[in-house]
C-alpha cells in the first residue's frame, strides 16, 4: 500500500521556522522525483520546491527561494522541507507529491502550517 505521511506542521510566529517532514512507503521512492506543493484558503495547489530522485538538482518557486529548503534521504524513504523566515502569506496546507515519468503520482494527505502572530 502506497503512502506518503506529512508531519511537522504547526502554529508558527512570523519569523520562525518549520522543518515538514515525508515519509514515504509502498512504492519505489528512491526513483521518484519529489516535490512539495501547497494550498492556501481559497486559492489553487502551488508547487513550491522540486528535488531529483537522486537529489543532486532542486528547484524553487520564486515565492519561496532563499527561505525553503527540500532535501530527501533516500535511505530512509524521507523527503524533507526546511522553512525559514515564514511569512502570513506562507499559511496553507503543505503536500508532499511523488512523481514519475512512466508512473502515476502519489500524494499526502497534507499538514497544516498556519504562520500568526
Known amino acids: 500500500q502506497v503512502q506518503l505521511v506529512e508531519s511537522g506542521g504547526g502554529l508558527v510566529q512570523p519569523g520562525g521556522s518549520l522543518r515538514l517532514s515525508c515519509a514515504a512507503s509502498?512504492?519505489?521512492?528512491?526513483?521518484?522525483?519529489m516535490n512539495w506543493y501547497r494550498q492556501a484558503p481559497g486559492k489553487g495547489r502551488e508547487l513550491v520546491a522540486v528535488?531529483?530522485?537522486?537529489?543532486?538538482?532542486?528547484r524553487y518557486a520564486d515565492s519561496v527561494k532563499g527561505r525553503f529548503t527540500i532535501s530527501r534521504d533516500n535511505a530512509k524513504n524521507m523527503l524533507y522541507l526546511q522553512i525559514h523566515s515564514l511569512k502570513p502569506e506562507d499559511t496553507a496546507v503543505y503536500y508532499c507529491?511523488?512523481?514519475?515519468?512512466?508512473?502515476?503520482?502519489?500524494w499526502g494527505q497534507g499538514t497544516q502550517v498556519t504562520v500568526s502572530s
Open positions: 509502498g512504492f519505489a521512492f528512491s526513483i521518484y522525483a
Open positions: 507529491n511523488a512523481e514519475h515519468i512512466a508512473r502515476m503520482p502519489y
Open positions: 528535488i531529483s530522485s537522486a537529489g543532486g538538482a532542486t
